[in-house]
T-cell receptor, first 111, second 114 residues
Framework: AQSVTQLGSHVSVSEGALVLLRCNYS??????LFWYVQYPNQGLQLLLK??????LVKGINGFEAEFKKSETSFHLTKPSAHMSDAAEYFC?????????FGTGTRLQVFP | KAGVTQTPRYLIKTRGQQVTLSCSPI?????VSWYQQTPGQGLQFLFE???????NKGNFPGRFSGRQFSNSRSEMNVSTLELGDSALYLC?????????????FGPGTRLTVT
């Protein structure tokens, strides 16, 4: 069965610094990988989706993620953090019959 | 296009009562999924409905049930509420099966059981 692991439940960065949120999936190659963001008191919003068309996926708000089969990873990055990026981020992988979410990483951005 | 709406947004119930939550998907979306979100357990999949049929079910007791109507609107019901049912309940809709298509989430219903 597919599974997904997000390393680090909390990540703190300074405004303008690189954002790196880690996600690893189980070894069998999933057809789809997703990153979602949840702002306080809101539902989840799709950031980007991997569909095997390209290993580097660009999403909204300047985020991108790179699919690395050899490392079974799909890490989320943003070159320069903004205060408005503070939120919780979820990685998700398509299982055989449902979408499986990671436990989430809360991103804090300090001025 | 209007987004996913959930009603009510906030709800306070007493142990032993039952509750019904409602979700209206984006127009044209046929799949509706429900999730329970708590600080301790994170996002837990409850069930998915597609064209009025339950396609998948998560590992929750039978007290949790749902249904989908012909207009794709969905409801979930929790009977005999327990303190541990306090959570944010999120509904998401998608064009097709949730595992393959982008899901669009509603703002959630915050349920507090006292």
């Amino acid at each position: 069965a597919q599974s997904v692991t997000q390393l680090g439940s909390h990540v703190s960065v300074s405004e303008g610094a690189l954002v790196l949120l880690r996600c690893n999936y189980s070894s069998s190659v999933p057809p789809y990988l997703f990153w979602y963001v949840q702002y306080p008191n809101q539902g989840l919003q799709l950031l980007l989706k991997y569909t095997s068309a390209a290993t580097l996926v660009k999403g909204i708000n300047g985020f991108e993620a790179e699919f690395k089969k050899s490392e079974t990873s799909f890490h989320l990055t943003k070159p320069s953090a903004h205060m408005s990026d503070a939120a919780e981020y979820f990685c998700a992988v398509s299982g055989t019959d449902k979408l499986i979410f990671g436990t989430g990483t809360r991103l804090q951005v300090f001025p | 296009k209007a987004g996913v709406t959930q009603t009510p947004r906030y709800l306070i119930k007493t142990r032993g009562q039952q509750v019904t939550l409602s979700c209206s998907p984006i127009s044209g979306h046929r799949s509706v999924s429900w999730y329970q979100q708590t600080p301790g357990q994170g996002l837990q999949f409850l069930f998915e409905y597609f064209s009025e049929t339950q396609r998948n079910k998560g590992n929750f007791p039978g007290r949790f049930s749902g249904r989908q109507f012909s207009n794709s609107r969905s409801e979930m019901n929790v009977s005999t509420l327990e303190l541990g049912d306090s959570a944010l309940y999120l509904c998401a809709s998608s064009l097709g099966q949730a595992r393959s298509y982008e899901q669009y989430f509603g703002p959630g219903t915050r349920l507090t059981v006292t």
